[in-house]
């Protein structure tokens, strides 16, 4: 069974960055899209950015021009570059990949913290 392994989450201050990963645990056959979810405690989780298999991205626009995805099809990873990173970025952050025949992947997630 493949999983996602996220790696790259931690405490941060205002201001500050970080860049999560995501890695498959074994070779996904035609990943249609990689994308990043966050949830914050008392809320639902919300899109923060996906990137198509051509490389087309799409932000919330609330890490519009702070935040960049990009992803490396060879490896099956997706990054996530956080940049000006504040409190309210605060939330687990989940890598999603979705495959040919709406076969999605869920990884378990990794804990962003931005201190004021």
């Known amino acids: 069974q493949v999983q996602l392994v996220e790696s790259g989450g931690g405490l941060v201050q205002a201001g500050g960055s970080l860049t999560l990963s995501c890695t498959a645990s074994r070779n996904i056959f035609r990943i249609n899209s990689m994308g990043w979810y966050r949830q914050a405690p008392g809320k639902q989780r919300e899109l923060v950015a996906v990137?198509?298999?051509?490389?087309?991205?799409n932000y919330a626009d609330s890490v519009k021009g702070r935040f960049t995805i990009s992803r490396d099809n060879a490896k099956n990873t997706v990054y996530l570059q956080m940049n000006s990173l504040k409190p309210e970025d605060t939330a687990v952050y989940y890598c999603?990949?979705?495959?040919?025949?709406?076969?999605?992947?869920w990884g378990r997630g990794t804990q962003v913290t931005v201190s004021s």
């Open positions: 990137i198509a298999d051509g490389g087309s991205t």
């Open positions: 999603n990949y979705m495959a040919t025949y709406g076969i999605t992947y």
